[in-house]
């Protein structure tokens, strides 16, 4: 079994309760799914779950580079050198990433509203990012967007590998099962 779950802003990606948050157990009422994968509660978007040890391997082993975009809300105006930084790989503390395909976008109309609202400075100026890796080490792209200046406001990833939110049709804390050959499927 293979399931999309679009995760809301403030949900840790687990089912044992912490205390503070909701976790998945709150939206998703199946027995022995685990993530395949992680989005940090601070992040909002695509999540994948299964039942099934080797498919959430082949998802998530570093080696099987599937493509994730993000849409990311970030607090500055991005030039043309801060996608020739992303384009490259950006230097982070313990490592350097690989490329990311990187493009500004105009703020996507299909985009559901965050609560809570993202915080707004009339002095300072935002843009978005479309930004695709084929990592995903520990909040990757929020470290990627603050080590070029542009700290991360909001961040929501909308696709993995074939899979986009959209055509899913998810609203937010929703889910639904989905074939594997959806996933993997040429784009």
């Known amino acids: 079994m293979l399931i999309a779950f679009n995760k809301p802003f403030g ?36 999540l994948l779950l299964t039942d099934n040890g080797a498919l959430q391997h082949k998802i998530t082993h570093p080696k099987r580079h599937i493509a994730k975009t993000y849409l990311a809300q970030v607090e500055g105006v991005a030039t043309d050198n801060h996608l020739a930084l992303f384009r490259q790989g950006i230097e982070l503390k313990e490592f350097k990433t690989k490329p990311a395909i990187t493009q500004i976008i105009s703020e996507p109309q299909w985009l559901w509203q965050r609560e809570p609202h993202i915080r707004y ?27 070029v200046g542009l700290p ?6 909308c696709q993995i590998g074939a899979l986009h939110i959209q055509d899913l049709n998810l609203g937010l804390g929703e889910w639904c099962e989905v074939l594997e050959k959806q996933l993997f499927q040429a784009a």
Not at 124 to 134: A, C, G, M, N, R
Not at 138 to 144: A, E, H, I, P, S
Not at 152 to 157: A, E, G
Request: charged share 30%; with cysteine.
């Open 11 to 46: 949900v840790i990606c687990q089912f044992s309760p912490d205390g503070k948050h909701k976790t998945l157990k709150d939206y998703i009422n199946l027995p022995n799914v685990y993530p395949a994968g992680r989005l940090d509660t601070d992040s909002e978007g695509l």
């Open 121 to 147: 400075r009339k002095s300072v100026p935002d843009t978005w990012l479309q930004i695709t890796i084929k990592e995903g080490k520990n909040r990757q792209v929020r470290r990627m967007c603050a080590a």
């Open 152 to 157: 991360c406001l909001r961040l929501v990833r």
